[in-house]
DNA sequence: AGAAAATCTTGACAGTTGTCCAAGATCCTC
DNA sequence: GAGGATCTTGGACAACTGTCAAGATTTTCT
């Protein structure tokens, strides 16, 4: 029923669009690897099929790359974490699913992690981030809180720390864990799967 | 006693040593404003007394004066914390202080802090800055741990927790305070307070 | 098929970067 | 104060950066 202009100019966006988060996503593959100081626009179009200057033809300069980028990392962030909100009858069933899903991440996704934590940094430098940036730093809260309120609801009791304390501390837990890890440390995985289970069960709820 | 040769090249040394330290002082100074990614070694010697060359005449490459710089700001670090530890004799008046401490670094040193989280964060992917950087965080740690040491120990009671965990819990709530402190948030430094007095009393020493 | 629009490549640009070096300035010793 | 060691300067260099635009190529529509 969509008039054939709608239609074409649909196609085309969506194209527009396609071309775009494949672009983003080369750059997000060059960013995880060199981190934010170290990646070009040519190293980023060196890891798509394409050349330097279509970059500018999809994105008005790189700062715009950028922040895409960022959006895009969120999403996968969100998708990621909410397979490990988990519908578990047991509160020990929850911590425990829980703390291995942080475990999991934490060596697959790696470099993501780091990116994650380089990008944070750079946010408070850079300006033109600081509200993407904010955005995914919510989004982690409200997932990580869920957590805790799911956990809460299942043990029977009221957490006892605000939202941002509970975020604010598995983030530095799992900040730690992926120095860590990234420094070759075996136990890191482990250290981080007690320490989540220890957070849970002492602090959010005491 | 010492022969003129030796008091000739101890005083070079001593005052080779002093330059170092004054550009480190300029270097610092230009990481805390610019960050990592921005900073060049002609911005620098602009915020130094000299011309660009002479960097290279004090430090091999730019290396070498970025490693220089994030040990000279350890030292800074490890003197600023040392204050913190108080011999207080009661647990709930260390509590206190331990928090009034970090908020009043918190604002008073936020440009060094927001450095020390970038500097880490390149450490991830700069291989050279790594051993620097576990060094500084190790002795974060251990200035963390004799806080919760004493506390323990004024409660007459026992740590639940390891050194580690402890350290990456209150890491991760300075760093979310300093965050929100940069972004212009006033709930910053009582947050952090509060957070940090909750985590003594609930987390570490149950 | 052929025109028109879109997509992409290539090369150039101006600015910045780390690095190095030759020459000058400054300091210290005799 | 001369001479030599030490320190500092300023410029040159090649490599790299983001940006841009003209032209080649492909796709799309009639």
């Given at each position: 029923m969509t008039k054939p202009a709608d239609r074409i100019s649909r196609r085309q966006v969506d194209k527009f669009e396609e071309r775009r988060r494949q672009l983003a996503d080369a750059a997000l593959q060059t960013l995880s690897e060199l981190g934010y100081a170290r990646t070009s626009l040519r190293e980023i179009a060196q890891n798509s099929?394409?050349?330097?200057?279509v970059l500018h033809y999809y994105f008005r300069d790189k700062v715009e790359l950028i922040t895409y980028c960022v959006r895009q990392y969120k999403a996968r962030c969100v998708l990621r974490y909410d397979g490990i909100v988990h519908d578990a009858e047991e509160p020990d069933a929850l911590a425990r699913d829980f703390a291995e899903g942080l475990a999991a991440t934490l060596v697959e996704d790696a470099l993501l992690h780091r990116l994650w934590y380089d990008l944070r940094s750079q946010s408070l430098f850079e300006e033109s981030f600081r509200a993407d940036v904010a955005d995914i730093d919510e989004s982690l809260e409200r997932m990580i809180w869920r957590v805790v309120g799911r956990y809460a609801e299942l043990a029977g009791i009221e957490p006892t720390c605000s939202s941002s304390m509970a975020y604010a501390t598995f983030d530095g837990l799992f900040q730690q864990a992926l120095l860590r890890h990234l420094a070759g440390s075996e136990l890191a995985t482990d250290d981080l799967k007690a320490g989540a289970r220890h957070l849970l069960s002492h602090l959010v709820c005491a």
């Open positions: 099929e394409f050349s330097h200057g």
